[in-house]
């Protein structure tokens, strides 16, 4: 009964989320036209760094059928809004993988199965990953806009409390207006990574499409 009542509650929050969330803060992406910034090189990960050098370590990886996609607003995740949905959907179109919006109610599942007065964790992609394993997805494709895709930051908190594992030489730490991680389910291993001041759904749906086909190998 508890378990019922705090999924009622859950999605009772997020639907009136969703709501208020019509007008979002992706004017930028409607603007096509937005000016190029120049983009610092990130600094070289030193002896402390958490990074993992991912891209040397990489086996063999088939592109997969199908990716999750979640985004995030102000850290919390986020029902795709239509126009970015159909942009998911046009590169799915041109593309031999599927990216496909990570169900609600799959994130729902996770949240619901806290326990009622114990402790839940404030971290959005964590859960996010978690939710994708659940629904059988071996990766998702996360991002976020605008302060979401700041420097050495995703969503609402530095990247090094993400719970990913990422190349700190890769687009992961870089600044932009849109930032999309493509993280492994399983393992929390960021195996791809794009930022753009180019916040457009077009642009970064393109540079995704290219960054998945260089993140993988044929079996």
Known sequence: M???????A?????????????ALD????????????????PQDAGAGSN?????????ARPLPK?????????????????QE???WQAISQSESTTFAPLP????????????LGAEESDNRIDEIRLAAAAAGQDYVLIYAVNRGA????????????????????????RDGDAKALLVQTHTGDVIGAVTTFAPDMKTLTELVGEMTKKSFTSA
């Open 104 to 115: 609600a109610s799959v994130h729902f599942e996770i949240l619901a199965s806290v326990p």
């Open 150 to 173: 700041s420097w050495g930051r995703f969503g609402d908190r530095n990247l090094e409390a993400t719970g990913l594992t990422y190349d700190e030489a890769s687009d992961a730490v």
């Open 66 to 82: 199908n990716i999750a996609v979640a985004r995030l607003h102000d850290g919390q995740f986020l029902p795709l809004p239509h």
């Open 10 to 22: 859950i999605a009772a929050i997020l639907t009136g989320f969703a709501n208020s969330a019509s």
């Open 26 to 41: 992706v004017t930028p992406f409607a603007d096509t036209a937005a000016v190029m910034k120049m983009i610092p090189a």
């Open 51 to 59: 990074a993992a050098p991912l891209a040397a370590e990489m086996t």
């Open 85 to 87: 949905a159909s942009a």
């Open 2 to 8: 508890k378990t019922i009542l705090k999924t009622a």
